[in-house]
């Protein structure tokens, strides 16, 4: 239904169960802080959880080791002093470069480094003279850089900009082709196109064809190869920055005219706030194993650290803790509530849940069949404020289950309107607009009620669970797919329909980029929310894969984002 494909429910995991090294690691004191006048016995205990090698009680032991590898274990204390120093230093560098493309460049990098959050005032006003002001360049990268900063930022650029790269007959000329830098920055930047504006189709067709030629001919270098790589597979704008971060870490550094403080910010930052992530991590861990063991729901998904992590897509920031778990909690709910509809009660139960939901009152309770009372107390108890959404999603997730229950079989277009209202989108915008200050005014909830931009996740996020539902197989007590509605209505094969929601996925997405204009002002918090959950749509559907509930391949993610550290 709404959170992904069900399947049989394993044995609660956990936290350490699933990031698999936190149970075993034991934190010593580093290698670096060892003094030289220690006993070789003190040595040997210290390093002993570090590197069996090393206290295997050979006199030849590498014991100079000890003095020269760098702290990984640094306190939290002196990674936050030294970050605050390294944040005046980047501020100046925002306030006293003059040169523009110099201000673009530094503005790309500080965001693609993961540290933007730290700047945003900063980066806002920049960019705000940027787009007020005249820019020529005979360089498309340049051209595309600023297109793509600012239109990301919901200051609007005229595709017109890059009609100087073409030739009478509209179309780009031949020198371009042979620039990857160019026809990547062109590729990035077309891809933040909205409805009819097939200048930037073209733009992205082109650069598209020319990339992908070079590739297959191995006509590029590191690190551009990788970057075109990653680029063809999921342009930057739509990317999980959190793990395109990652990526960048390695490649900066070979880029010419780096700023090697930019990279040291971001690596401590980075680290600050995987301890920040990893502590929150723990807590909703600790929340659900105390949640499964109350409502004693064997058949549901043990999904805790992937419902954490949803959260983290859209939302990382160190201020926003209380949105990420309260976003967390709110998806486990809902899956227990998507599992329990589609796979689990029949449909008297399912309608007596229903009734109680919609009565939201603890006078409610004894009409909840008996097995899913203690989850109707969770669900009163945790979320009183969004209750309206809970009953809207529950009747809607009701009308699912009475359509299998008839034999009914919806049109393409009526399973695309009823499962999109149950895809969660309307919820999870509620639900992580809380300490986004102007996102929680009267006037951001009135929008959210019709927003077409809300719709548009919701049909993506459905379009993107059907597809990869579709891959892996469909499961016994399943609802009709709108793959299935559009196979059968039309009578074609898979991949047909393949290639038709994929351009439905392409016009929402529109439609999203387009909010970006439309809420810069007015609510941009709530813009940030849309863009952010259009983007961690992205990374749980990649592939046509549903790695929410196919969770195994979201274990390197966790390693990278939760346990490893950025090196310094």
Not at 64 to 93: C, G, I, Q, T
Not at 162 to 174: E, H, L, Q, R, S
Not at 421 to 435: D, I, P, Y
Request: charged share 25%.
């Amino acid at each position: 239904m709404g959170m992904g494909t069900q399947t049989a429910a394993p044995r609660p995991m956990f936290f350490a169960a699933h990031v698999g090294v936190l149970s075993t690691v034991k934190i010593s004191p580093c290698p670096s802080t060892i003094r030289p006048n220690m006993s070789r016995a003190c040595r040997v205990r210290v390093a002993e959880s570090l590197s069996p090698s090393i206290a295997s009680g050979d006199s030849n032991a590498p014991e100079k080791l000890f003095y020269f590898e760098p702290s990984v274990w640094r306190s939290d204390e002196w990674m936050r002093h030294k970050a605050d120093k390294l944040k005046e230093n980047v501020r100046k560098l925002l306030w006293t470069s003059n040169d523009v493309v110099a201000k673009m460049n530094l503005v790309d990098a500080i965001q693609r480094l993961g540290i933007g959050h730290l700047f945003e005032d900063e980066i806002s006003c920049i960019l705000s003279d940027i787009h007020k002001s005249e820019f020529t360049s005979s360089s498309l990268h340049k051209v595309a850089l600023r297109f793509r900063l600012l239109r990301e930022h919901g200051l609007w650029v005229s595709p017109d900009v890059f009609n100087k790269f073409k030739a009478d007959d509209g179309k780009f000329i031949d020198e371009v082709a042979n620039e990857p830098r160019d026809l990547l920055s062109l590729y990035n930047a077309a891809d933040l196109l909205v409805h009819d504006e097939p200048e930037l189709e073209e733009a992205i067709s082109f650069s598209r064809y020319h990339l992908k030629t070079m590739m297959q001919h191995n006509d590029l270098k590191q690190p551009l190869f990788d970057q075109v790589s990653r680029a063809l597979h999921l342009p930057l704008p739509r990317t999980y920055k959190r793990v395109e971060t990652l990526h960048y870490f390695l490649e900066y550094g070979q880029e010419e005219g780096h700023i090697p403080i930019l990279l040291d910010l971001a690596k401590l930052d980075f680290n600050i706030l995987q301890r920040v992530h990893l502590k929150e991590l723990k807590a909703i861990s600790e929340w659900w194993k105390d949640l499964y063991k109350y409502i004693g729901l064997t058949y549901i998904r043990d999904r805790a650290v992937e419902s954490y992590i949803w959260s983290h897509t859209m939302l990382f920031g160190e201020g926003l803790a209380l949105t990420r778990m309260i976003c967390a909690k709110i998806i486990i709910l809902l899956v227990i509530m998507d599992d329990t509809y589609d796979a689990h009660a029949t449909i008297e139960e399912s309608r007596k849940l229903n009734e109680a939901i919609q009565r939201w009152d603890e006078s409610a309770i004894p009409r909840v069949p008996e097995y899913l009372k203690k989850f109707y107390i969770k669900l009163l108890n945790n979320f009183k404020e969004i209750e309206d959404q809970f009953q809207k999603l529950s009747h809607y997730y009701l009308q699912e289950v009475e359509w299998l229950h008839q034999n009914h079989k919806p049109s393409f277009q009526e399973q695309v309107d009823l499962s999109t209202k149950t895809s969660t989108a309307h919820l999870m915008f509620v639900s992580t607009t809380v300490g986004l200050g102007d996102a929680v005014t009267k006037e951001a909830l009135e929008w959210a009620e019709s927003s077409t931009s809300i719709v548009a996740v919701g049909k993506i996020m459905r379009f993107m669970n059907d597809i990869a539902a579709f891959k892996h197989g469909k499961n016994k007590g399943d609802v009709t797919s709108t793959m299935e509605c559009y196979m059968n209505e039309h009578k074609v094969i898979s991949d047909v329909a393949f290639m038709k929601l994929t351009s439905l996925i392409e016009h929402e997405y529109r439609t999203i980029n387009q909010a970006r204009f439309e809420l810069h002002k007015s609510l941009p918090a709530a813009q940030r929310v849309v863009i952010l959950a259009a983007v961690s749509l992205m990374f749980f559907y990649d592939n046509r894969k549903d790695v929410y509930t196919l969770c195994s391949d979201l274990r390197e993610t966790i390693r990278s984002l939760y346990v490893e550290h950025a090196p310094m």
